[in-house]
Nanobody
Framework: QVQLVESGGGSVQAGGSLRLSCAVS??????????MGWFRQAPGKEREGVAA????????YYADSVKGRFTISQDDAKNTIYLQMNSLKPEDTATYYC????????????????????WGQGTQVSVSS
């Protein structure tokens, strides 16, 4: 069965960096139609997409709020997806989730939770000012 396990969260000061990892098992994200995404959810707020990777890692898509600061990448040998987060801001504070979608039909849906079939349990990120 599919398992997504996030790690790498923690507490940092504004301007700092963190790299989140998502270990994938029971699922091949290298299938041509598959999409991997990172989402986040702060208390009292809706879950929002941060970054997505598709076309076997050849294409990426980012939310405007993190563009230029966050980078999604993969290590196929380790079957792991990463989210490098630089220049962190207090508003980045949230629980971050890794997710996998079998197929996404339109680009704007890449950052919406609906198309995603599998989810990890999340890892907490706290950014202090």
């Amino acid at each position: 069965q599919v398992q997504l396990v996030e790690s790498g969260g923690g507490s940092v000061q504004a301007g700092g960096s963190l790299r989140l990892s998502c270990a994938v098992s029971g699922y091949s994200y290298r299938y041509s139609n598959s999409v991997m995404g990172w989402f986040r959810q702060a208390p009292g707020k809706e879950r929002e997409g941060v970054a997505a990777m598709y076309e076997i890692g050849r294409s990426t898509y980012y939310a405007d709020s993190v563009k230029g600061r966050f980078t999604i990448s993969q290590d196929d040998a380790k079957n792991t997806i990463y989210l490098q987060m630089n220049s962190l801001k207090p508003e980045d504070t949230a629980t971050y989730y890794c997710a996998a979608a079998k197929s996404v039909t339109m680009e704007w849906l890449l950052l919406r939770p609906g198309p995603y079939n599998y989810w990890g349990q999340g890892t907490q990120v706290s950014v202090s000012s």
